[in-house]
């Protein structure tokens, strides 16, 4: 039951920084991690879009469990 509740922080959390620009470090596998710049565009009940700021302009997803398990980490206010 605690990490339900954790789960709604987390989210709560995200949604209030909703149009904010962000640096998103993701595990990209075998040691590496990757770092982007972006903007968080838009929250769902499972999972937040990131629009990153790379010339193709493409968007990428998570969900607040990758938050949870720091397969993703998030820096507001860039």
């Known amino acids: 039951m605690e990490k339900l509740n954790t789960l709604s ?12 620009k962000v640096i998103l470090k993701a595990n990209g596998g075998r040691r590496k991690v990757l770092v982007n710049n972006g903007i968080l565009e ?17 968007t990428v997803t998570y969900s607040y469990s990758d938050v949870l398990t720091n397969t993703v980490q998030i820096v507001f206010g860039n």
């Open 9 to 20: 922080i987390i989210k709560r959390d995200i949604e209030s920084h909703v149009g904010e």
């Open 42 to 58: 838009k929250t769902y009940p499972s999972i937040f879009v990131i629009r990153l700021d790379s010339d193709t302009q493409r």
